[in-house]
Nanobody, 115 residues
Framework: VQLQASGGGLVQPGGSLRLSCAAS????????MGWYRQAPGKQREFVAF???????KYADSVKGRFTISRDNAKNTMYLQMNSLKPEDTAVYSC??????????WGQGTQVTVSS
């Protein structure tokens, strides 16, 4: 499975962005998909996860502001990011975990929150 992340950009604090992660194959059977991010000089950190049956999990730092979802018909996962803060600035990468094959990563998309 190949993953293509997009939707990053420059936004002011308090603004919104929607990231997309398009897969090259059907995602309906993928066990888990999600997002990690890495800010300059910091370790990569978990952002959000969605399971194949619709379960979700968020990092405490984004809970209530970010919403993860996936559209199986479009083979695409989304991350709606609202009330963005400067500390959300990072490269966001999507992943897909398939129990029989392992973990696949997409390239990152830069999100910059600045006035």
């Amino acid at each position: 499975v190949q993953l293509q992340a997009s939707g990053g950009g420059l936004v002011q604090p308090g603004g919104s962005l929607r990231l997309s992660c398009a897969a090259s194959a059907s995602i309906s059977g993928i066990n888990a998909m999600g997002w990690y991010r890495q800010a300059p000089g910091k370790q990569r950190e978990f952002v959000a996860f969605t399971g194949s049956v619709g379960s979700t999990k968020y990092a405490d730092s984004v809970k209530g502001r970010f919403t993860i979802s996936r559209d199986n018909a479009k083979n695409t996962m989304y991350l709606q990011m609202n009330s963005l803060k400067p500390e959300d600035t990072a490269v966001y990468s999507c992943y897909a975990y398939i129990s029989s094959a392992g973990t696949y990563w997409g390239q990152g998309t830069q999100v910059t929150v600045s006035s």
